[in-house]
T-cell receptor
Framework: SAVISQKPSRDICQRGTSLTIQCQVDSQVTMMFWYRQQPGQSLTLIATANQGSEATYESGFVIDKFPISRPNLTFSTLTVSNMSPEDSSIYLC??????????????FGSGTQLSVL | LAKTTQPISMDSYEGQEVNITCSHNNIATNDYITWYQQFPSQGPRFIIQGYKTKVTNEVASLFIPADRKSSTLSLPRVSLSDTAVYYCLVGEVADKLIFGTGTRLQVFP
């Protein structure tokens, strides 16, 4: 398993500002992911955070808006830039853990609830 | 990428068995089926995973027919604390997993 600490747990931000969300894992993991979950909705994958290289973004998400860092195998950050009220959402960090003969499992942090005024 | 279809919501009472079925008609040969549970204000939590036939753990059972085009998550004797959203995911690698709408299970006393 993996224990994920995500900070901050919640924040209220002003339009036009940026917020950086931190994700710390208690063990080294290869794959880290950032998801967004809008109120009452399912999870949407934003990007895969690759250690030592640029993140891989999903359709509809761009690096200028959601820059990601992955300096080592236990840590990643997601920045939500130039925020607007439409960015109000829960942002979740996730890691992949390989489990022997089974496929990988995803472990999630508790999320960052972001409200943009 | 295999798309999944689940009921939007289900209601049950404490002590009953709940079966949530997920359809995944275009599942690929290397795809696994994984179920996650999500409580409000928390990230999803792994419940169970399988490839074919039946898998059982301390929390749930997963039934997968031979054609693998569907799967059923079975929760025995649910309690109020099982009220959550349950997601069925199908895929081979984590970065290609797509969360569907999920099934919102409400357990009543």
């Amino acid at each position: 398993s993996a224990v994920i600490s995500q900070k901050p747990s919640r924040d209220i931000c002003q339009r036009g500002t940026s917020l950086t969300i931190q994700c710390q894992v208690d063990s080294q993991v290869t794959m880290m992911f950032w998801y967004r979950q809008q109120p009452g909705q399912s999870l949407t994958l934003i990007a895969t955070a690759n250690q030592g290289s640029e993140a891989t973004y999903e359709s509809g998400f761009v690096i200028d808006k959601f820059p990601i860092s992955r300096p080592n195998l236990t840590f990643s950050t997601l920045t939500v830039s130039n925020m607007s009220p439409e960015d109000s959402s829960i942002y979740l960090c996730s890691v992949e853990v390989l489990t022997g003969t089974l496929n990988e499992k995803l472990f999630f942090g508790s999320g960052t609830q972001l409200s943009v005024l | 990428l295999a798309k999944t279809t689940q009921p939007i919501s289900m209601d049950s009472y404490e002590g009953q068995e709940v079966n949530i079925t997920c359809s995944h008609n275009n599942i690929a040969t290397n795809d696994y089926i994984t179920w996650y549970q999500q409580f409000p204000s928390q990230g999803p939590r792994f419940i169970i995973q399988g490839y074919k036939t039946k898998v059982t753990n301390e929390v749930a059972s997963l039934f997968i027919p031979a054609d693998r085009k569907s799967s059923t998550l079975s929760l025995p004797r649910v309690s109020l604390s099982d009220t959550a959203v349950y997601y069925c995911l199908v895929g081979e690698v984590a970065d290609k997993l797509i969360f569907g709408t999920g099934t919102r299970l409400q357990v009543f006393p």
